[in-house]
């Protein structure tokens, strides 16, 4: 209010009819209130009683009952510890009937105008916020840092023989062997009270669904597991000792998958599937944080991925958030370049267009697509992405079992598997920490596998011979074997053949070296010895 304007107050004479007061009035007081307040509400009409000029728009107030208010402002009663009903001049009963001329516009009242200023017409929209933030990935490792452990970040055996320092995340030794146990946690945790008194359900046997089994009968969550028939008895027994309600129902994983969706919506149960929801994210991305906090002086950090690529594109998220300079790799099977090629199309690509390589060893990898959050995700953060062979990552497999004494997964074994297959070059000389993802295998697809690298390390080989049918060639062959050191395992005569000579008997071994280089030099004897031996092709 300006100056001028202080001044100009409401005074009322003996009769009630207003009046106006000059500058220099003494009774002027800045806490008296206006004309309009000390009114009150009014309805309109039209009295003819009145010196002023009549209006038919004008507000009237016609013989109302109610209290007379003060005439000082409430704002400023408060100021000095005054209710407004203590200061009402006895509480009298009065009854009123004005006729006052139309509120004026005060006078520092700006100009209403519709007209919004260049600024503002011009001004630039707030970005939107990003999916997945830091603050997200902080917030999950608060929460389950007191449920979940802080897995091992060690130095390998493996380091000198590939020319880097090699430092292993072993996200192996969870409970359920599996890294997803972290956003499984974070999500249960993140359930408002109802949905975790009601329960959740899952229909997949995966290491999610474990990892929910377990943190949900921890956290004290009703959890119920649908599953086929056709589902193998041992997993069944896993789901029961981790304390879940196992249900069987229909033929095929999509059956069960049905019905259960079909018992959370009629029941209103939670339905929990794998996707690449925010909160999932956050609890995988812990995994970055402690790597960072674990590895001083960190150069790269290799990831493997496949499907949704929830794991690869959390941990980048937070290892650059870090440290932008610490480079981020991915790797995924040969036979299913998912992410690879959506980088280079510049779009998610759908899973139909490729075929499983196996689903026995790959099957968690490729539940599903690739999401869009992910996928705008690893544009942004991974730096590069390879792609490694099934048997380079079945050798992978050996390696852990030999250097580290332990045994994981082809999930688990794919980041190896990627130096060992010499993919990444770049890195020779520096410092590289390989996630470890799980190790969530049958013992009889354990021992395949096994079997299958042993042939692809050229450690175990297979030949044949023909000998002649005379006492003591067999001998010689044996005693042969044995001065070099050469482990038999299997030993097949065969007299008679359609191709072989009459007098001649082919004779197959399968015998086990320790290395490379004993497997050079047994083959250096045997084509000494015996010109018609022939090495079966692994």
Not at 60 to 82: Q, S, Y
Not at 430 to 440: C, D, I, L, Q, T
């Amino acid at each position: 209010m300006n100056f001028a304007a202080q001044f100009i107050y409401a005074n009322y004479a003996g009769d009630g009819s207003p009046r106006r007061v000059g500058f220099n009035d003494s009774e002027n007081d800045p806490f008296w209130q206006s004309e309009e307040q000390r009114l009150g509400p009014t309805k309109q009409g039209c009295s003819t009683s009145s010196k002023s000029t009549c209006n038919k728009d004008a507000p009237v107030c016609n013989g109302v009952a109610g209290w007379r208010p003060t005439l000082i402002h409430p704002e400023r009663l408060k100021d000095f510890g005054i209710e407004e009903e203590e200061c009402l001049n006895g509480k009298v009963k009065t009854f009123e009937t004005k006729v006052v001329g139309a509120p004026e516009i005060q006078l520092m009242d700006p100009p209403k105008t519709n007209k919004k200023r260049g600024s503002e017409r011009n001004a630039v929209p707030p970005p939107k916020p990003e999916y997945l933030r830091f603050e997200d990935i902080s917030a999950a490792a608060f929460k389950i840092q007191s449920a979940m452990q802080k897995t091992p970040c060690t130095y390998s055996r493996l380091s000198k023989q590939y020319g880097m320092e090699i430092f292993l995340k072993k996200e192996l030794l969870h409970y359920t062997g599996s890294v997803k146990e972290r956003g499984v946690l974070y999500l249960l945790t993140s359930l408002n009270q109802e949905q975790q008194k009601k329960g959740v359900i899952v229909a997949k046997d995966c290491s999610f669904s474990m990892a929910v089994a377990h943190h949900a009968v921890e956290l004290r969550i009703p959890v119920f597991v649908i599953m086929p028939a056709s589902c193998a008895q041992p997993h069944l027994r896993v789901y029961r000792d981790y304390g879940a309600m196992v249900i069987s129902y229909g033929s095929t994983a999509r059956d069960s998958l049905n019905h259960a969706r079909h018992l959370a919506k009629e029941n209103g149960y939670l339905c929990l599937e794998e996707d690449d929801s925010a909160v999932y994210l956050a609890g995988l991305g812990t995994v970055g944080m402690e790597i960072y906090e674990q590895v001083p002086k960190l150069d790269a950090v290799i990831v493997p991925t496949g499907g949704q690529c929830s794991l690869l594109v959390s941990t980048a998220a937070a290892i650059k958030h870090l440290n932008s300079r610490i480079t981020v790799i991915g790797v995924e099977p040969e036979g299913f370049p998912l992410l690879l090629q959506s980088l280079k199309t510049g779009s998610p690509v759908a899973s139909e267009l490729y075929n499983v390589p196996n689903r026995k060893l790959y099957g968690d990898l490729f539940e599903h697509s690739l999401g869009t959050h992910t996928f705008q995700l690893a544009k942004k953060y991974v730096d590069k992405v390879v792609t490694v062979r099934e048997e380079d990552s079945l050798v992978a497999m050996l390696r852990f079992q030999e250097f580290e004494r332990s045994t994981v997964d082809t999930e688990g074994a794919m980041g190896l598997a990627a130096i060992l297959a010499g993919q990444l070059p770049e890195l020779k000389g520096k410092r590289v920490a390989v996630v470890v993802s799980s190790a969530n295998m049958e013992l009889d697809l354990i021992r395949q596998c096994v079997d299958r690298a042993l042939v692809l390390d050229d450690r175990v080989s297979k030949f044949t011979v023909q000998l002649g049918d005379f006492p003591g060639d067999m001998a010689k062959l044996l005693d042969m074997l044995a001065r070099e050191d050469i482990k038999l395992l299997d030993i097949c005569h065969r007299r008679h053949s359609d191709k072989g000579d009459l007098f001649k008997a082919q004779v197959e071994c399968v015998v086990e070296t320790r290395d490379k280089t004993q497997s050079t030099q047994l083959r250096r004897i045997l084509s000494e010895r015996y010109p018609t031996r022939h090495w079966l092709d692994r």
